[in-house]
């Protein structure tokens, strides 16, 4: 259950990951990302990028940890924090599945451990939207399942599959 809802289809993920990485050792970062779905697969589809994940839940991210071990990636590293915390210009580009929805009543929640709010859901996106909108041309963002209010005017949307939940957008 939480997997088909929370966790990043591995297609999504070899999709994003071939939008997002157009030279060896380009570092990608996925915000939010959760038991390390994202950055297992990218990391094993390009080899060449790195892969760096942030996740709030400490719960998930020594998932991600232990899958990474088991699996031998060499290219995904996993920290336990709030993203509004990271220094974004340590990256070229960045994946988001919609993060922040959980913050809205009514989506289902991955547990009760922390605290939702709407005002969360409009920090946060106005937050993202901020440290978007100073990354310089060709910053690329693929975001999944979203309504895109943290994408910035700065960024074209390149094109759309998935009937339009998948999304990649390049800073122009
Ligand atoms: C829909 S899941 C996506 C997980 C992963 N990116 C993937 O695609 O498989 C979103 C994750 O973002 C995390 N998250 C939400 N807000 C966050 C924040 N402010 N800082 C860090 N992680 C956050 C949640 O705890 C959750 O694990």
């Known amino acids: 259950m939480l997997a088909r809802e929370?966790?990043?289809?591995l297609n999504v993920?070899?999709?994003?990951?071939?939008?997002?990485?157009?030279?060896?050792?380009?570092r990608v970062l996925d915000i939010g990302s959760g038991v390390g779905k994202f950055c297992l697969s990218a990391s094993?589809?390009?080899p060449h990028a790195f892969f760096d994940g942030i996740?709030?839940?400490s719960s998930l991210v020594q998932?991600?940890?232990?899958?990474r071990k088991v699996l031998g990636l060499v290219n995904a590293s996993f920290f336990y924090g709030n993203f509004t915390r990271l220094n974004f210009s340590a990256y070229n580009h960045f994946y988001f599945y919609n993060s922040f929805f959980e913050n809205f009543e009514g989506f289902d929640k991955i547990d009760n451990s922390i605290e939702y709010s709407q005002a969360l859901y409009h920090y946060y996106s106005g937050y993202l939207f901020n440290e978007l909108d100073k990354m310089p041309a060709g910053t690329?963002?693929?975001t999944y399942c979203s309504w895109q209010d943290?994408?910035?005017p700065s960024y074209s949307l390149e094109r759309s599959e998935l009937d339009g939940l998948l999304?990649?957008?390049l800073k122009t």
């Open 140 to 142: 690329r963002i693929v």
């Open 55 to 57: 996740e709030q839940r």
């Open 63 to 67: 998932h991600a940890v232990a899958a």
């Open 6 to 9: 929370h966790w990043t289809p």
């Open 150 to 152: 943290e994408i910035p």
């Open 13 to 26: 993920a070899k999709m994003a990951s071939e939008f997002l990485v157009t030279r060896d050792g380009d």
């Open 44 to 46: 094993y589809y390009k």
């Open 167 to 169: 999304k990649f957008n």
